[in-house]
């Protein structure tokens, strides 16, 4: 158990020390959400105003952590068969699971700085007074949405490991999230059908979660099922990750795709 | 004819070569697919708060979108030469250089015109907006005056390319800056005047607002104006870009380092 922590620990640090060096996956994962949060900020200043700014300048900060994770996430494995690494990381007698999740929570820990980025940005340029109610629930809300979405990015990279262009496919899913997950629009605004989507997805409850946290609400019932759903996508992840990589030894076709 | 066999079968070739978001496992998520969710997210932004109907939205995205091939396409397309290790042969032969850069604008353009089209017709069928149809052929000519316009200023972002190692990072800012300035989501007007001046200097801007314009009822000669400004601004920025162009070629004969930025 100890050495699978260290194994997780040490490859979120490394990966995320790369990731943070990267102009693409670092500075302009920061910047990119800040684009669409300010169009969003404008909207709703011209518009409804007042609660409406305070409840999409939390949607908009974890907007960052979703395009964060969604758009690499989809390559995570390619990027790994462009570097020659794949193989040996398949080989090794850890099993891959652990080694491809921290790299998928290490690319959502990046959106942390764009969370915050955002949040100074809304402060600074729109006025925005943010509150936080309770600063530990806001904190514990923050960590389990990282790690939820993390979670969900490891399930999109095992499943997208067949596709050459898997990343035009996380890139796809980046509006998506953004719109069925409540972060600049309420649920009740969308038709019903587009509800059991949304309740499957952590990023919902993990937005749902650090808003009341914040607005000084109970955000416990929200951080446990974003807790389960993680858990949930780190499982189906590792089983779409097996029958891949036993087809893949079967075929031999590990490196091709 | 040497000139126009480089501009139009040169430039098409290069295109198809150039910009890998042409193979269908790219192009339908990354131009079909993410318009249509782009004025999905701001329709639903707009209906919460309260700013401006669906239409307004649909025909701003729509047309916006086109930023994406536009940009990308032109950059790749000129600038993706050094990633191929092609840029030295390209430079180094005795082709006339505007047709040989300028050519590769056109393929450009229809594929830009074709995302917003498409965006268009589908986003507003999705959303249920009421444009009249007779309002199409005005509203598409207005889209192909916005695309020349970004392809021009693609061109000025191909040329900067040449220089840059992170091209993707560059467009994709450039992208983001056209979504705030552009009066897409947010009227022109409620921005801040230091940001309307900027506005007025971009693509899209005026085109953008012909194409709302002739949506709610006008005419082709009453935003002729507008189109008029969008083309004005696209030539500019297209001499500015093919100027930059030819700086570049020229330093990398100077100093022969254009191949290792």
Redesign the interface.
């Given at each position: 158990m100890r050495r699978t922590l260290r194994l997780l620990a040490i490859g979120w640090m490394l990966h995320l020390k790369m990731m943070s060096r990267s102009?693409?996956d670092g500075?302009?994962g920061v910047?990119?959400p800040?684009?669409?949060a300010?169009?969003?900020f404008?909207?709703?200043q011209?518009?409804?105003g007042g609660e409406?700014l305070v409840y999409a300048s939390f949607g908009a900060a974890v907007m960052g952590i979703w395009s964060a994770t969604s758009t690499t996430a989809g390559s995570a494995m390619q990027r790994e068969r462009w570097h020659g690494t794949l193989e040996l990381l398949v080989a090794s007698p850890t099993h891959f699971a652990l080694v491809l999740l921290p790299v998928t929570v290490a690319m959502s820990t990046i959106g942390l700085y764009s969370l915050v980025a955002t949040l100074v940005w809304g402060r600074v340029a729109f006025g925005i007074d943010v509150p936080l109610e309770h600063p530990l629930s806001f904190a514990l809300a923050l960590v389990v949405t990282v790690l939820s979405i993390g979670s969900l990015g490891f399930l999109l990279a095992v499943s997208f490991v067949r596709?050459?262009?898997a990343w035009?496919?996380g890139?796809?899913l980046?509006?998506?999230v953004?719109?069925i997950g409540g972060f600049?629009?309420?649920l009740t605004?969308?038709p019903f059908w587009v509800r059991p989507f949304s309740w499957i997805l952590a990023p919902t409850w993990g937005v749902d979660a650090i808003r009341q946290a914040a607005l000084g609400g109970s955000p416990l019932p929200e951080i446990g099922l974003c807790l389960a759903l993680g858990a949930a996508y780190v499982a189906a992840g590792a089983l779409v990750l097996d029958r891949a990589l036993r087809a893949a030894r079967r075929d031999a076709s590990l490196a091709l795709a | 004819m040497s000139s126009a066999r480089i501009f139009f079968i040169g430039g098409l070739l290069s295109f198809r070569a150039l910009f890998n978001f042409l193979?269908p496992?790219?192009f339908i998520?990354?131009m079909l697919?993410?318009p249509i969710?782009?004025i999905?997210?701001?329709v639903?932004?707009?209906?919460?708060?309260?700013?401006q109907d669906d239409e307004f939205y649909v025909i701003g995205n729509a047309i916006q979108y086109a930023a994406v091939p536009c940009l990308f396409a032109m950059t790749f397309t000129i600038a993706g030469e050094r990633f191929q290790r092609t840029l030295g042969f390209l430079l180094v032969t005795p082709a006339p250089r505007l047709p040989l850069f300028l050519g590769r604008a056109l393929p450009v353009m229809v594929n830009g015109l074709v995302v917003s089209a498409f965006a268009l017709v589908v986003g507003g069928a999705i959303v249920g907006i009421d444009v009249p149809l007779s309002a199409y052929g005005p509203i598409a000519l207005a889209t192909a005056a916005c695309v020349y316009g970004c392809t021009g200023l693609g061109l000025v972002t191909a040329g900067v390319g040449l220089l840059l190692r992170?091209q993707?990072?560059l467009t994709?800012?450039i992208?983001?800056?056209l979504?705030?300035f552009t009066g897409a989501?947010?009227?022109v007007e409620?921005?801040p005047s230091w940001m309307q001046a900027v506005s007025n200097g971009l693509p899209f801007t005026h085109g953008i607002e012909a194409a709302r314009r002739l949506a709610d009822g006008d005419t082709l000669g009453d935003v002729a104006g507008l189109l008029g400004t969008e083309l004005l601004i696209g030539t500019i920025y297209a001499i500015v870009g093919y100027s930059f162009i030819r700086f570049a070629e020229r330093l990398s004969r100077r100093h022969a380092t254009l191949e290792r930025a």
């Open positions: 102009a693409f500075f302009l910047l990119w800040l684009f669409f300010t169009v969003a404008f909207m709703f011209a518009g409804a409406t596709y050459r262009t035009a496919l890139n796809m980046e509006y998506p953004w719109l600049l629009v309420p605004l969308l | 193979q496992a790219i998520p990354s697919v993410a969710f782009q999905l997210l701001f639903y932004i707009g209906r919460s708060a309260s700013l992170e993707a990072v994709n800012i992208f983001g800056l979504l705030i989501n947010v009227p409620e921005l």
